[in-house]
């Protein structure tokens, strides 16, 4: 399993599945409507380091964050 | 350096440390920077949101980027509300010569704002707004849509 957890303004509590990859990650995100909005305009970490691939391959305990736009100072 | 605090910053504190910090370390430039949050459309206050561990991570690149060019950068940062006209984020670089200093504190503060991971608010009659119009996508945003 891997947890996803929603920075910010996204407002969502965190969620568990089971993912390989980040792209089983993406497809399983899209199937739920509150995160349409939001997944084209938001970045990425894996263990809080910034992700840009989608084949970025995921093991047991990884912890994705899901970051919104940002808006600091 | 990175120091986050809760509320407004002391900014005259930590500008007098920084300068007393580097005191005999021969910059022969110090050019900080100030965001003091402004009255406008009626609101009380801004508000911030932090991921801490991404920052970090983020400031750490900047300080070996910086380093690499003989200087120093270091920020401070507010987590939550922060009143108008009180300040809410301090930089500043420190650089042997002023050409690097003065290239350094446009290019850090300006990927700051895009790229440090901080979200803000408007506060209005007590109430957090999310400042969506004024927010930026990260670099590699929507690689899950």
């Known amino acids: ?59 047991e305990g990884d912890r994705i964050s899901i970051l919104p736009p940002v808006c600091g100072g | 350096m990175m120091e986050l605090y809760h509320g407004p910053l002391d900014v005259k504190e930590i500008f007098g440390r920084w300068l007393d910090e580097e005191a005999e370390s021969n910059y022969g430039a110090y050019i900080p920077f100030v965001g003091t949050i402004r009255a406008e459309d009626g609101i009380e206050a801004l508000s911030f949101d932090i991921y801490e561990p991404v920052l970090q991570k983020w400031f750490d690149a900047w300080q070996q980027k910086a380093k690499e060019r003989g200087a120093v950068v270091k920020m401070a940062h507010s987590i939550g509300d922060v009143p108008v006209h ?46 969506e119009d004024r927010s930026t996508p990260m670099d590699g945003s929507g690689l899950l849509a």
């Open chain 2, 86 to 131: 009180t300040s809410s984020y301090v930089s500043a670089v420190f650089s042997p010569k002023r050409r690097v200093a003065l290239e350094l504190i446009e290019e850090f503060v300006e990927d700051f704002k895009a790229n440090a991971p901080i979200w803000k608010y408007d506060v209005k009659n007590g109430k957090r707004i999310y400042a």
């Open chain 1, 1 to 59: 399993m891997v947890k996803i957890e929603f920075l910010g303004p996204i407002g969502k509590a965190p969620v568990e599945m089971d993912a390989a990859t980040l792209a089983d990650v993406a497809k399983k995100l899209q199937e739920d409507g509150t995160l349409k909005e939001w997944l084209p305009k938001c970045a990425v970490a894996l263990n809080d380091t910034m992700v840009s691939d989608l084949s970025t391959p995921l093991k």
